[in-house]
């Protein structure tokens, strides 16, 4: 019987073209506060709140297991996961089966390799060596659009896409046969951005090499060449891999557009203020709107757009929306459909305002815990250096100098 793993795979290189009408979004009904009622919350208003990452209702709900896994959750915001793992494992006994299947997803979640471990592939992905100086390494984006850089695996060199939104390393099988990499097992599945399942076997390699930054007995999934070749305007290209999540989860990633570099650095202890950035199943980021209400949304460096998800567009107030066409190349995925655009919006990241436009609007569906309101792609790099920390809980966006011309 084959496996089924929950490992996310992204997409790649989205293309928007041509515009079909242009009309209002009216204010979202949903936007009026039943939270300041005076009632009990009921059980549901309680799980949609924790479902978008707000236990703040559940303090008053009546059941203490409910409010225990409020607590958990609280925990995980706050980067206190052993704390929470403690709680949510008491949790998996409850008598209540929401609290017990939620406890056991949210445990799934918080652990990166928890596919592989399931798939009995439980290899360690630690640099061999720790990293104490900046690793500066040069990237282009060609046809992809996206941040392709040279690496080595097993000794050979490879062009692989930086890909936050992939849980794991990829490799194509090709690629792979021809590099010696070890095959752990029979096909798995994976699921791509558009929700749709993509065949992959866990496989190791002995060392893969990006820059001074090296990594042994390193995870990583093998998938068909086809699944790696991408359609740009008139042509298609194709990768040998991505560099997921297992991989820069261990580092403080920074990406230059201006200066078309990645430096990966130590990660930090910890930082002073809010941290708003954390792992369930995805890594995600906090993210403030107008009005001062929460949103999350997935950090996707491997995708060629930012875009909401109709639960975050549900969130929001009055918005002005077009419809478009798009073109989406992914990992196992070509797809043409039309879809809604935001035109603009405005988000407070790391208690920075930040202006987003033409946001795309699509689901995802990556079977975590958290309702994910929306992704952070690559396209933001063009406008804010983008540096992100997972020990540390930290995503940050800084804008680029403002270049002077000569007449000034």
Known sequence: MTAMIRTVISGIGILTVGTVGLFHDP????????????????????????????????????SPDIRRFAAALQCILAGKNSESRQALLELTRSPDYRIRANSALLLR?????????????????????????????????????????????????????????????????????????????????ARNIAGNTVSLRPGVVEELRIGNLTFRNHPVAV????????????????????????????????????????????????????????????????????????????????????????????????????????????????LNFVSRFVSELLLDIGNRSVRLTNLIVMPVDYGTFVRIDGIIGFDVASGYRISFDLKAGRFAMQPYARIRTESE
């Not at 990452?53 to 008053?60: M, Q």
């Not at 403030?288 to 999350?296: M, P």
Request: net charge positive; charged share 20%; aromatic share 8%.
């Open 223 to 334: 998938i068909d060449k086809k699944n790696l070749i991408f359609w740009a305007p008139r042509k298609t290209f194709g990768i040998d891999g991505l560099i997921g999540w297992n991989t820069l989860q261990y580092c403080r990633v920074t990406i230059d557009m201006r200066k078309m570099r990645i430096v990966f650095t130590p990660p930090a202890e910890s930082l002073e203020g809010e941290r708003n950035l954390f792992w369930l199943g995805y890594p995600l980021i906090r993210i403030r709107d107008e009005r001062g209400g929460w949103l999350n949304f997935g950090l996707d460096i491997g995708a060629g757009r930012s875009f909401l998800t109709p639960v975050g567009l549900s969130k929001l107030g009055h918005l002005r929306i077009y419809q478009g066409r798009i073109r989406m190349s992914g990992v196992g995925e070509k």
């Open 109 to 189: 979640n918080m652990i990166p390799n928890q596919d592989f471990i399931l798939a009995g592939v439980g290899v360690p992905t630690e640099p061999s060596e720790t990293l104490e100086e900046p690793v500066s390494i040069p990237f282009r984006t060609g046809r992809s659009g996206l941040a392709m850089v040279s690496s080595h695996v097993n000794g050979q060199r490879c062009t692989m896409i930086l890909d936050s939104g992939s849980t794991y390393s990829v490799l194509d099988d090709v690629t792979a046969a021809r590099l010696g990499v070890r095959i752990l097992g029979k096909a798995v599945f």
């Open 27 to 62: 204010a979202n009904p949903m936007t009026r506060s039943h939270l300041q009622a005076k009632r009990p919350p009921r059980v549901n208003d309680v799980w949609e709140s924790l479902y978008s990452l707000d236990p703040a209702v559940a303090v008053r709900h009546h």
